[in-house]
């Protein structure tokens, strides 16, 4: 097993990554008080709800409530569901709510904890390969609006995160890709040794050697955590972490969130930032082939939607929330290992790029 911590003074946690973590005692140690509550949804129960409340063994009181999947239910509508769940059950300002799921699950049992009593703790238990190297690190925590994605929220930090490598064997091959995209942002944006080492097992880690993934998790919590403990509130450069994201944003917008995973779009989104700051003569043109073939490796996608054209992005990119004062702020890539935020570059050779890109 593995520990990392996320240094944030009073409230650092620690991250476990292993095989078979679920079946130790590691949540048991994390609970407070004498009560807690497993949230999770119907794909994920009949594989790991069991184990989950096993492992919190002699615990006096151990609720589970099971939620619809997907993310048209991370609402808060379902937020009501857990706190009716809660409140039934009687549960004090000592309980400990358990993320078990993806990042759906996870934001919203989050932002559940955030505001249950004014805040109670929270452990995240991911088990998407997203929300094990993303989502469940970092205490960003979220609901959906129809009239957007997170908008209400709160940063809330959990007690500890419990990465079992185990259960991504039974993750859908797309949802393994989709993870693979945020892997390999932290290699581009601050770590080419950890860049190079996803080139050369990229293979391997498609077919889920244990090793492997567990290695790509603990080097992509170590990049996450470090860019959380020094700007745990987006202040400045956790807006690394948006790499492909604005491009990727207008992919899943113009797609109705419908036929793109997230990780999906944010491959595409970072070929187009990866291709944008070789125009603007920041990095190589064999750079961007690298970048190319490591994403195609992870069966991402390397371009845009066919049918998805430069107007649709124009205007959906500039309605992005990364607009401040008139100009569009984007993260681009200095080197592999490099990447910065910022609204110096001309915007014509942005639209050349969509016009190029989207054919
Ligand atoms: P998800 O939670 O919808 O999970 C994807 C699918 O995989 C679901 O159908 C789920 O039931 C299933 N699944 C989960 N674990 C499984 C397993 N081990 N075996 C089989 N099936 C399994 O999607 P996701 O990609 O994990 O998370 C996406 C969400 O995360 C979005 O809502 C996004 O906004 C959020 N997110 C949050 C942050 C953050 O910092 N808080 C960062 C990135 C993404
Ligand atoms: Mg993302």
Redesign the pocket.
Known sequence: MHTLDVALGARSYPIYIGQGLLGQDLLRRHVRASQALIVT?E??AP?YLDKAKASLGDLAQVDTLVLP???QY?TLATLEKIFDALLANRHSRTTTLIAL?????G?MVGFAAASYQRGVDFLQVP??L??QV??SV?G??AVNHPRG??MIGAFHQPRAVLIDTT??D???PR?LS?GLAEVIKYGLIRDADFYRWLEVNMAGLMQREPALLAEAILRSCRNKAEVVAEDETEQGNRALLNLGHTFGHAIETATGYRDWL?GEAVGAGTMMAAQLSADLGWISQADVARIGALTRAAGLPVAPPPGMTAEQFRSLMALDKKVMDGRLRLVLLKAIGEAVVTDQFDMQVLTRLLEKMCQ
């Open positions: 949804n794909t994920i594989l999947d997907g993310e991370k799921g993806g990042g759906v699950v934001d088990t998407t997203l929300a993303d989502s970092g960003k925590t994605k997170n259960v991504l039974t993750l859908p949802e989709a997230h």
